[in-house]
């Protein structure tokens, strides 16, 4: 069975989710990618690492890539 394809990630790029942080935050800087992502809330800076899977399932859009280029809707 074939899945979707995964999303390219890279170390860096700026992502808003679905759900808010606790803190109130719904923008993450990537920090770590393999199996889990590593990701830092930019309102509060706490790390947390989620499953690729989980975190996919939650992105809404990205912010920012890390090459500096801005992806518009």
């Known amino acids: 069975m074939a899945g ?15 759900k808010s942080h606790p ?7 990537i920090l770590r990618v393999g199996v889990d992502i ?3 809330c930019l309102t509060c800076r706490r790390y947390v690492m989620v499953p690729r899977s989980r975190f996919e399932a939650r ?7 890390a090459s500096g280029v801005s992806e518009s809707e």
Request: charged share 25%; net charge positive.
């Open 4 to 18: 979707k394809a995964p999303l390219s990630l890279n170390v860096g790029d700026v992502v808003e989710l679905r």
């Open 23 to 29: 803190c109130g935050g719904h923008t993450w800087r």
């Open 38 to 40: 590593g990701m830092e």
């Open 59 to 65: 992105v809404k859009r990205f912010v920012q890539q």
